[in-house]
């Protein structure tokens, strides 16, 4: 769990300033539960995409008190034609009017344009859809921030300790650019630290690799380092290193021992990977092998509060990434 008092936080934010989400699969069990749940606040309303028959009834069978959550079908959304037209604008001639009304039939289109058009303030997809699908329609109709290259996305790591407090870690990229270079590597350091510092991470950023400082040699190997060097450029107030190992960038005697001198090595709690095959195996093998419960993936650098899950999530991470996608909207 996320320490309940940054939780709280959060949940004091929403309070303050009441959002409005979209869910894209307004029929799944978990997104009903957590909606359920939400519904027993009123700092964040659920807005389910879906048949309203359809999701009242899957609510009924699991049990859940749905009562209060907005129900919209793309099929008998009275808005459509004005956000058929949004969406062609949008679209600069990649898509005709046609395939604009096909693609808005489905929940991750329609989902989005909501929040496009205002709607709604946020989104959280992905409980069925798989991340490109829930992706795709944020990138090509919300785009980048002002000042942002790319989108990319970072996990928020979250363990227990012995004596109740907890280890928060932060991994990008996870989830989204599939062979960033070194540029791109850049952007998503310099955006996973900032994300950190919003769960409290005092950010110790790892340039990892199969290489400490040289050890091995290839091309991944000098995209690490040149990423590293670029970034320390651009954030010289930034704590980071690396190449480096992930043992070297965890472990205190291996760090010194791989790279003494360095105020990251055996400290990092910011992780850089080379590529989506390291990241999200590797964020993989920290929830289902290390015990931490996965925050993400947190879209980083998209023009608006829109968030995927996993479809391996359940009912707690749905709530607890809902509130972490209204608050930080
Ligand atoms: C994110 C992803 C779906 C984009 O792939 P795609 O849809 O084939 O991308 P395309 O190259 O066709 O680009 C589609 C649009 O998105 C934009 N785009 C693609 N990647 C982007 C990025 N990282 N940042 C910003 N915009 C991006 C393109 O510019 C394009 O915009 P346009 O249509 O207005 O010109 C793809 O990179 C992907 O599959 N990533 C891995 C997802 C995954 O499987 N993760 C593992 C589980 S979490
Ligand atoms: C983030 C991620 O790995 O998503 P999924 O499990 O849905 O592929």
Redesign the pocket.
Known sequence: MIPMEMFNKLIETLKANPKRIVFTEGTDARILEASARLLTGSWLKPVLVGNVDEVKKAAAEHGFNIDGAEIVDPETYEGMEAMVEKMVELRKG?MTADECRAALKKGNYFGTMLVKMGVADCLLGGATY???DT??PA??LIK?KPGNK???SCFILVRETSTGGADVLAMGDC????KPSDDELVEIALETAKCAKIFGIDPKVAFLSYSTKGSGKGEDVDKMRSACEKAKAAAPDLAMDGEMQFDAAVSPTVGQLKFPGSKVAGYANTFIFPD?NAG?IGYKIAQRLGGFDAYG?ILLGLNAPINDLSRGCNADEVYSMAIITAALS
Not at 175 to 178: C, L, R, S, V
């Open positions: 990649k798989s991340t490109a992706v795709r990138l090509q980048t790319i989108v990319s989830a989204i650019n599939i989506i999200n993936p």
